[in-house]
């Protein structure tokens, strides 16, 4: 009798583990397709992740910021980021300068000052790292000022077009999205340009829709900050991704410009509230919400597109985003406790501001489950 109720709870046992297991390979189920329209590949996702919600175990593991001291004080954090080394460059826009910090946070040097002159800056937004050499390439509207690693001061260029994204390549090209004239009126392109911003290739573009008004012989452009917008990113190397946030649609390239499949996902924009219409009146609003407001990778290629407004300023606050695998992949949607600037190697980089005394700080975190986290269908 003990044999056979030793047998039956054993069946039971594997019963129960073949059901639990048929129930989490179904979950893991992708469901959407793959296309192929006009020869081109099209991954369309369902509205929900292959893998539901992720959320990230964070533990703060570095963070740089002194109120009494002027080499760890911030005044308006632009742009961070971090060399091969583990180095860490914060663009202090509001001190019109860059601090470089070693990986355990030790102040090493600033690079820059308030200026116009050579190595001066007036509105540095955004750091460029080229890999190979190490030089850093500043984006101070409207120039883009070259620094060797070790932050002495090269050489400037007049940029001709207006970037507002930008990234290097391996073989000094920029890459990113411009804001141009055309006989309609201002539009955006995705393009490939040199290091004075004169057009090499334009891949995409879109219109530039705000409301703009004339004040005698002046224009004056007002944004409701829900304007459909061009936003890029590179995926690795040799990849790069842009899209233009009226539709859900992502466009892969290589890096000579060909397109190598499109990403879409399925699901409804938000739509403008009464309250909103009555709050941006006398504004030419879209018809509705844009799908999207940024794009950001990880080092495992993964795609972090980001969809409250807010992260488009990387402000201070949760961030709701999806994550795709660098093949398309729909696999997780999240909400990232801040603006993120990095996610690599296990580390999530981020500016924080303290509510109460305004002061700025640098961040980092370790994902604690950063090995759990899948890079694609399984």
């Known amino acids: 009798m003990k044999n056979k109720i030793k047998i039956i709870s054993v069946v039971l046992f594997i019963s129960a583990f073949v059901l639990l297991t048929s129930c989490q390979k179904k979950k893991a189920e992708w469901k959407g397709t793959i296309e192929e329209k006009n020869g081109v590949t099209v991954v ?20 740089i910021g002194k109120e009494d001291d002027e080499n760890y004080k911030f005044y308006r954090i632009a742009d961070i980021k971090v060399d091969e080394d583990g180095n860490i460059f914060v663009i202090d826009y509001g001190n019109y300068r860059i601090q470089k910090f070693d990986r355990d946070g030790n102040y090493l040097q600033t690079i820059g000052r308030q200026g116009q002159g050579p190595g001066e800056f007036e509105r540095p937004r955004q ?46 090209n920029m890459w990113g999205v411009f804001l141009m004239a055309s006989e309609s009126g201002s539009i955006y392109g995705f393009c490939k340009a040199n290091l004075q911003g004169e057009i090499i290739q334009k891949y995409a573009e879109f219109p530039f829709e705000i409301t703009t008004k004339k004040s005698g012989d002046t224009v004056i452009a007002t944004s409701s900050g829900f304007e459909y917008d061009l936003h890029f990113s590179k995926i690795d190397d040799q990849t790069f991704i842009y899209g233009y946030s009226k539709e859900y649609e992502l466009n892969v390239l290589n890096k000579e410009g060909s397109l190598l499949f499109k990403i879409k996902k399925d699901g409804s924009p938000d739509t403008f509230t009464a309250e909103e219409k009555r709050k941006f009146k006398g504004l030419v609003l879209p018809e509705h919400k844009p799908f999207f407001y940024s794009i950001l990778e990880d080092d495992k290629g993964r795609i972090y597109v980001q969809k409250d407004k807010e992260a488009q300023r990387k402000e201070p606050g949760p961030k709701e985003c999806d994550i795709f695998s660098k093949d398309g992949f729909y696999l997780y949607k999240t909400t990232l406790p801040h603006p993120p600037f990095i996610i690599e190697k296990g580390y999530f980089y981020t500016r924080i501001i303290d509510e109460e005394t305004g002061e700025y700080f640098v961040k980092r975190f370790k994902i604690k489950n950063w090995d759990q986290i899948k890079e694609g269908r399984s």
Request: net charge negative.
């Open 44 to 63: 369309k996702n369902p509205d929900e992740p292959l893998y539901g919600e992720l959320v990230f175990d964070l533990e703060e593991d570095l963070s």
């Open 127 to 172: 750091l460029l790292i080229e890999k190979k050499k190490g030089n850093l390439y500043v984006h101070d509207f409207p120039k883009l000022k070259l620094f060797d690693k070790s932050g002495n001061y090269l050489k400037d260029s007049l940029l001709i077009n207006y970037p507002t994204e930008l990234i290097i390549d391996g073989e000094e």
